[in-house]
Each structure stands twice: as structure tokens, then as C-alpha cells.
């Protein structure tokens, strides 16, 4: 039905521009839940979520709910959130233990961890002479089709066939290796805090502004230069102010003009990379003591090598943020054409000293929680996104800021030099959803 | 057997300390005016309440003892409550141009501690409701205050914010303090 209303899916994707009915048909909402999340690789959480045997957290791909947990064999699992018999959800919180098995709370069938059928009250005499019972896969919790992780964070696909997270990954996996690399460990942990903010917009939107630099200054300008003016008060005051008010800060100290200078690269499926901007490396003590700890662990030359990886954030599409230089992601979770919600977590590096922690924390506290002086304007624009996209007043959005002079070299698509404004990233998101769109089966 | 939740032994719900009127009034008092401030917009009056070391803290979860080196919603100290304040007073902060208000109400005074110094522990509940737009939100929670007596008055040297509502996802975000 859909397909004859919309008979060739690629004109609503030319290379500089996107029809509007992108981010509001509910429609093409559905089939990019069908094509896209409901196929690819979505992130479903780390490890270190649910450490013990049992514990799980709910998680939502694409449209299904879904479970993940830790089994007796310590591996972790992720299921439909559904019992085989009549469909109610084996789990209703959003995270717990659920002990040796999984126990429905409507007939009180049981399944191990892996979603294999456990028992069925009375299962002989009540089933007797039917195809239910335990030989019959139907009886079993539906697990994802494809569950892999890579470095400790969790990721399932609901589509059998395809690539391997790591051939989807490609080069993005790097956030995950920055990430864990910076700890002398090589592991990281997650903080068990889940921040959960809902977006009244599109979830391509905040995609596309999570590498959009020329916002910045645009946006954030009242919070960067509030924390400007106290910072420089604080240094007059004690000679120096913490790091986290030079995080906010650089919003309106790094001018429009300067964003230019930096970098995005654009990698096959969507994925992509922001240079980093924030000066992470300060010569203070407790920096030069986590790069003696990291030194120690990995030899000077290798500690350089991960302290000089040049990274503010890594797109991995079609549904998450990592800002690795800080510990730090924001998973989306599309709820609807214009409802999104976003889980964002903090890790701690595992072996670094206390300081690091507390700094990544800092930007996590000002500007990831529901408190947050940064995304409180992206949210009002996404808004307004949404809301003038959903107009007759126009019939294309516009990605044409430096088009024609990015540089493509083995598939990654860098933007020219002094170009980190071009919107490389939203049209190189965009080709990825057009090739999803149109796949073959 | 699926492990059922080991039953945790309820706290008693601390018994309300035997206080004076005069303290229970004034408290009350300190209280009402700190939604007045809040609900004015008055954000330097607000800053002006807390000491010079005072904290305003949102914890994201209930068992949360301490602000120092956790995740929070807010744990802000002055510094950063007047980066606050100088965002939404800025002209650019865009999503605090639209039309936006508050009403707070304050009860349920229960004063935990007074110590001989006049310092007071006080816990209380609060709904605000926001308007925003042509939305509106509501917020409720409890508050505990830690509050300094000195020659002006009382000052807060930390204010806890348990709102129920932290525990589910938030539509849309808090711009200043609850």
C-alpha cells in the first residue's frame, strides 16, 4: 500500500537536498522502523548493566520491546519482552532481577534466560495432544535474531542476515575503542544512572544537529557566554576556574567564524565523526597523573596514540551518540514521527584516577540531565523543526552548505579544509537512509 | 524459584521533633517566601538564599546520600546557580523566550532539627505547575533544607529536591531550579 503511494523512495533523497515528508509522513516513519531499526545494528546497552546472572534492562528497537539479560552461561541475551502464550510482557519494570527464570505473571509459564521454555503448569495433562510443548520453538521467548558485542557494549539486530557489527561499524568503532582505551584498564563501566529526556521531534533531527557545528554558537550562545562570565570572575577571584566552565564556555568562545577549523568525517551507513574542540587536555596535576597511569599501562608512545585521538563525538546511525573524550552517550529511541526519546549514560574508565571521572561527570551533570543549560535550546529548535516541517510553507529542507567540495577517498567523505561547517554529515546520514529505504530484502 | 525482592525493613517515619511555634512560624515563613522568590522570576533574590558554601541538589534517584561525585540533576553551588541565572536572563536563551511561569505551593512542615545555634533541618512537600506555551507540566516532590540561622535571616546551605517525577523520563527539560 505504502510502496504505490510512494513509488520510487529515492525521490525524497537528492544529494543536496530531502523532501520535508522525511521527518513528518508517519508513514515512512513505519517502514523506517520496518527497514532501518527493525535490520541494522541498534545499541542496546553495556554489559556492565546488568553484571549478575538475571539482571536485565527493557530496551526498545526500532518498535518492539525488548529484554536484555545476563544468563547463566554469563552471556547476555536480548528477547522480545513477550510471552509465547498470550503475549503479555515477562517483564514490566524497566530493569531488575529477575532470578533463575523468567516467570510469566499471567499463567505463570517459566523460561531461562536464553527464552528456551522452562515449564508450563500442568503442561502434561493440560497440552496433552497438542503441538504445544517443549520441543515446539514456538513455545519459547523469541530472542533477537542477531546479538553481538563489541568491547563490552551490547548491540542486537532483529533482521537475520546482513553485516556483522563490525562490519557495520567500520571505522566508527573507534568510539568504543577511544572510548575503553583511555582506561589503563582498556574496560569501562557503566554509571548506573540513566538520564531520559523525550524530544518532541523527528529522531533524524537531533542526528543531524549532533554534527551540525555551525549551531553552536548560535544556539548554546546564552549558556556559553553566562559560563564565560562567571569563569572569568572565578579566575580573577582564585587564579583559576574548574574545567567544566570552560566546557560551556567554548559553546560561545569558539565564535561562529571559528568552526570552520574542525572536521567531520563521513563514513558508509551513516555514520560520522566531529574533530574535538574542547581542549581535554590540560596540563594540570590531575591530567599529567592519569597520563602517567595511562603511560604506565601502555607505554608512552601508545598512551600518546590514544590521548591524541581527535574526537568530540561519533555518530553511529541510526541511533547513537558516543562522546568517548568524555565517557559519555545519548542512545535514541524512536517513539514516533515526532516523539523521541533519548537514554544518555555516563561510564567510568576503569583504573583512572577519581578526578577524570568527576570532570566527565561535570558534562554530564550540566549538560546531558534533565537539568541541561545546552540541550534545552537544541530541544526548543528541534521542536520548531518539527512543527515549520509539518507546513505547506515549503517542500525541501537544504543541506547544501559547502556541497560539491567535500573529499571522498576510500568510501569516507571528509569535508574540505577550513569547511567543518558543511552539512557532510546530513547528507551523508541521508544517503544511508535512502540506500536502507531502498534495499532489497 | 524466581527470587522474590528481599523485604527490606521500612524505616519508621521520623517522629516530628517537639519545636517551638515561633520556629515552626518562621520556617513556614522562609519557606513561602522561597516559592514567591522562585515564582517571581527573582533568580538573584533565589541565589541570595543560599550561603556562600550552599548547595542545591537534585538527586536522580531517592537512595542517592550525596551530591559529591554523583550523577545528579542539579548539584549546583552558587558559581554555577549564577551561570544559571545569567543563561535565562539572557536575550539569546531562546527556549526561555516563550511565554513561561510557575505556581508553587509549599506544605507538610516538618522541622527535623533545631540545634541550639537556631540552625534548622526542615523537610516539606511541594507541587509546582508550569505553563509553558500552551502546555502545562506539574512537578511534586519533597524538599529538605538545611537552613542557616544569621542576622539576615535564615540561609540555605543545602537544599534537597526529591522530585517524584525524576524517576520516569522527562518531556522536554528543567530550565531553572524547583
Known amino acids: 500500500m505504502l510502496q504505490e503511494r510512494i513509488p520510487d523512495l529515492s525521490k525524497y533523497v537528492e544529494p543536496d537536498r530531502v523532501r520535508k515528508a522525511v521527518y513528518t509522513d508517519p508513514q515512512l516513519f513505519e517502514l523506517e522502523m520496518q527497514r532501518i531499526h527493525e535490520k541494522v545494528w541498534i545499541y542496546c546497552g553495556h554489559e556492565s548493566q546488568v553484571p549478575k546472572v538475571g539482571d536485565y534492562y527493557t530496551v526498545q528497537v526500532g518498535r518492539q520491546p525488548m529484554i536484555m539479560v545476563r544468563g547463566k552461561d554469563n552471556r547476555v541475551h536480548v528477547l522480545y519482552n513477550r510471552c509465547p502464550h498470550r503475549g503479555n510482557m515477562l517483564c514490566g519494570d524497566r530493569h531488575g532481577n529477575t532470578g533463575e527464570f523468567f516467570r510469566c505473571s499471567y499463567h505463570a509459564w517459566t523460561f531461562q534466560h536464553d527464552g528456551r521454555l522452562r515449564t508450563i503448569p500442568m503442561m502434561e495433562s493440560g497440552y496433552q495432544g497438542t503441538s504445544w510443548g517443549r520441543d515446539n520453538p514456538d513455545c519459547n521467548v523469541k530472542p533477537a535474531a542477531r546479538v553481538e558485542s563489541y568491547r563490552g557494549f551490547v548491540f542486537a539486530s532483529l533482521a537475520q542476515d546482513g553485516p556483522t557489527l563490525l562490519e557495520f561499524l567500520g571505522r566508527s568503532k573507534i568510539a568504543f575503542d577511544d572510548i575503553c582505551d583511555r582506561s589503563p584498564e582498556g574496560e569501562v563501566e557503566v554509571v548506573p544512572t540513566c538520564f531520559r529526556v523525550v524530544q518532541h521531534s523527528n529522531w533524524k533531527i537531533f542526528l543531524e544537529n549532533q554534527l551540525d557545528a555551525l549551531h553552536p554558537s548560535v544556539t548554546h550562545q546564552s549558556t556559553g557566554r553566562a559560563a564565560h562570565e562567571v569563569e572569568k570572575e572565578i579566575e580573577k577571584r582564585t587564579g583559576k576556574a574548574p574545567l567544566s566552565y570552560h566546557m560551556l564556555s567554548a559553546f560561545a568562545t569558539v565564535t561562529i567564524d571559528k568552526w570552520d577549523g574542525f572536521q567531520t568525517l563521513n563514513y558508509p551507513h551513516g555514520h560520522c565523526i566531529l574533530t574535538g574542540y574542547m581542549g581535554l587536555r590540560p596540563k594540570d596535576p590531575d591530567t599529567l597523573e592519569y597520563e602517567r597511569v595511562l603511560a604506565k599501562a601502555y607505554g608512552e608512545k601508545r598512551k600518546e596514540e590514544i590521548l591524541s585521538t581527535n574526537i568530540h563525538h561519533v555518530l553511529i546511525y541510526p541511533g547513537l551518540s558516543v562522546q568517548s573524550p568524555l565517557q559519555q552517550l545519548r542512545a535514541v529511541r524512536p517513539l514516533g514521527v515526532d516523539k523521541t526519546l533519548t537514554e544518555i549514560w555516563h561510564f567510568r574508565l576503569k583504573g583512572a584516577p577519581e578526578p577524570i571521572y568527576r570532570r566527565a561527570l561535570a558534562y554530564y551533570n550540566l549538560v546531558n540531565s534533565p537539568s541541561t543549560m545546552i540541550n534545552a535550546d537544541d530541544l526548543e529548535n528541534f521542536w520548531k523543526c518539527q512543527v515549520g516541517l509539518q507546513s505547506e510553507g515549503g517542500e525541501w529542507v537544504n543541506f547544501q552548505r559547502h556541497f560539491g567540495r567535500d573529499i571522498e577517498k576510500d568510501g569516507v567523505v571528509e569535508t574540505g579544509p577550513n569547511m567543518g561547517t558543511s552539512e557532510a554529515p546530513m547528507r551523508g546520514q541521508m544517503k544511508a537512509w535512502a540506500q536502507f529505504m531502498t534495499a532489497e530484502k | ?178
Open chain 2, 1 to 178: 524459584m524466581a527470587k522474590s525482592k528481599p523485604v527490606r525493613k521500612k524505616k519508621p517515619a521520623p517522629k516530628p521533633k517537639a519545636t517551638s511555634p515561633a520556629t515552626q512560624h518562621a520556617v513556614e515563613q522562609f519557606l513561602y517566601c522561597q516559592a514567591e522568590i522562585l515564582d517571581g522570576k527573582r533568580w538573584q533574590d533565589y541565589v541570595d538564599l543560599f550561603t556562600d558554601d550552599g548547595v542545591y541538589w537534585m538527586p536522580p534517584e531517592p537512595s542517592h546520600k550525596t551530591w559529591d561525585g554523583m550523577p545528579a540533576i542539579f548539584a549546583e553551588d552558587k558559581n554555577v546557580m549564577t551561570v544559571r541565572m545569567k543563561r535565562v536572563l539572557h536575550p539569546d536563551a531562546w527556549s526561555q523566550r516563550p511565554l513561561w511561569g510557575t505556581n508553587h505551593v509549599v506544605g507538610n512542615v516538618i522541622i527535623e532539627k533545631e540545634s541550639p545555634n537556631g540552625d534548622v533541618v526542615a523537610r516539606s512537600r511541594f507541587h509546582m505547575m508550569e505553563l509553558r506555551r500552551d502546555d502545562v507540566r506539574h512537578f511534586a516532590g519533597s524538599y529538605l533544607h538545611h537552613l542557616k540561622k544569621t542576622g539576615k535571616g535564615y540561609r540555605i546551605k543545602l537544599q534537597r529536591v526529591d522530585m517524584t517525577n525524576a524517576q520516569a523520563a522527562y518531556d522536554y527539560v528543567l530550565q531553572v531550579w524547583v
